[in-house]
Structure formats: structure tokens, C-alpha cells
T-cell receptor, first 115, second 110 residues
């Protein structure tokens, strides 16, 4: 599989629980992005990684959201003490390098539902 | 503020009936404009990148054009398999993120 891989594809959890979402980018892609897509809304930028560093975290909506990337590859997005408004599809994308107009290639997302 | 507006929100076409989707943008400086296709339950699939006004790109029945204020996605003689949501995004010059519009949901009927 050469594409961006995300897991789980679906996650249902209770309000107040913590969740971890995983993204495995395309091999060789150094830039990695997280977006959120809510019903009826456009994709909303969350965070950007270049290698293991996150030069732009400006889209993270609150301190309950954090993300890390290790080995310049896999990334995890963690949401602590989930709220109902966190329900959305979380999409990961990767590109050959950041700070350029290289196209971002997306995974199929994790659909998160908070009960 | 950087912003992307797409119209119409939804479009229904008969098979073979050509039309255009609009993407209007406001951005401090444009590094690139991107078109994506998104099928239900899937992530966006990259179609085109446009970099400067006057540029055009084509792929099968789709052609994307760019001016200083808007981009058009022209669909010639569409087929039912072209049914999807089409997303437009801009990448401002001083950032790495994409700013997306809310998309146009296209339905093509046989």
C-alpha cells in the first residue's frame, strides 16, 4: 500500500475519555499534516510536522489536543477528556516536503464519535 | 483574512451536460491553488495544482483554470462516475497549511 494509512477508521468513545489517532504517511514524505472535517464544514487545519518537529500548531483548538511524530514517520494525534464537539473526521496528509506547493495526499480519515 | 468560497454548494447534471464549478479566494499571497475530489467516506484525492494566473491544467473530462481572484473547474460531458464533492484549497505564501472551501457536491445522472 503506497498511500497514507490511518487507524482506526472509526472510533466511538464516551465523553471524557482520551483517544489516540494514528497516521502512517507515504514512505519518503517528510511533511505531515492533520486536519479535521466536521459535518457541513470545510477541512480545518490542525498541525503540521516537518520531520519530527511541529513548526505550526496554530490550528489545535485547545490544550486537550496534542500530536507527536517519531522517526520522521508515524504520527499520533491525542485528544484528552473528549467533548461532544470533538466529533468529526480527522484526516492526515503527507507531502514530499513542507514550505512548498507540493500537493498533500490524504488518508481516508478516522471518524470519531463522542457519546 | 485568507478565505475560500465555493459555488454552487450542490450541482445536479444530466450525463453529457457540461458545467463549471467556481472557487473564489482571498489570500495575502498565493503559493498554490489545489483541487481535490472527495468520495463519501474517503479522503480527498488530489487532482490539480495551479500556481499563477492564466495557468490551465487538464485531466480527462476536467479542466482547471486560475485568475487572480478565482479558479474554475470545468467538467466536459460528465459521466455518473464523476459524481463526488469537489474541494478547492489555497496555500498562502507564508504558511504550509491548506485553507479549504466547503466544496461543491456534484451529482451526474444517466
Amino acid at each position: 500500500g503506497a498511500g497514507v494509512s490511518q487507524s482506526p477508521s472509526n472510533k466511538v468513545t464516551e465523553k471524557g475519555k482520551d483517544v489516540e489517532l494514528r497516521c502512517d504517511p507515504i514512505s519518503g514524505h517528510t511533511a505531515l499534516y492533520w486536519y479535521r472535517q466536521s459535518l457541513g464544514q470545510g477541512l480545518e487545519f490542525l498541525i503540521y510536522f516537518q520531520g519530527n518537529s511541529a513548526p505550526d500548531k496554530s490550528g489545535l483548538p485547545s490544550d486537550r489536543f496534542s500530536a507527536e511524530r517519531t522517526g520522521g514517520s508515524v504520527s499520533t494525534l491525542t485528544i484528552q477528556r473528549t467533548q461532544q464537539e470533538d466529533s468529526a473526521v480527522y484526516l492526515c496528509a503527507s507531502s514530499l516536503k513542507g514550505v512548498s506547493n507540493q500537493p498533500q495526499h490524504f488518508g481516508d480519515g478516522t471518524r470519531l464519535s463522542i457519546l | 483574512e485568507d478565505q475560500v468560497t465555493q459555488s454552487p454548494e450542490a450541482l445536479r447534471l444530466q450525463e453529457g451536460e457540461s458545467s463549471s464549478l467556481n472557487c473564489s479566494y482571498t489570500v495575502s499571497g498565493l503559493r498554490g491553488l489545489f483541487w481535490y475530489r472527495q468520495d463519501p467516506g474517503k479522503g480527498p484525492e488530489f487532482l490539480f495544482t495551479l500556481y499563477s494566473a492564466g495557468e490551465e491544467k487538464e485531466k480527462e473530462r476536467l479542466k482547471a483554470t486560475l485568475t487572480k481572484k478565482e479558479s474554475f473547474l470545468h467538467i466536459t460531458a460528465p459521466k455518473p462516475e464523476d459524481s463526488a464533492t469537489y474541494l478547492c484549497a489555497v496555500q498562502p505564501y507564508n504558511t504550509d497549511k491548506l485553507i479549504f472551501g466547503t466544496g461543491t457536491r456534484l451529482q451526474v445522472f444517466p
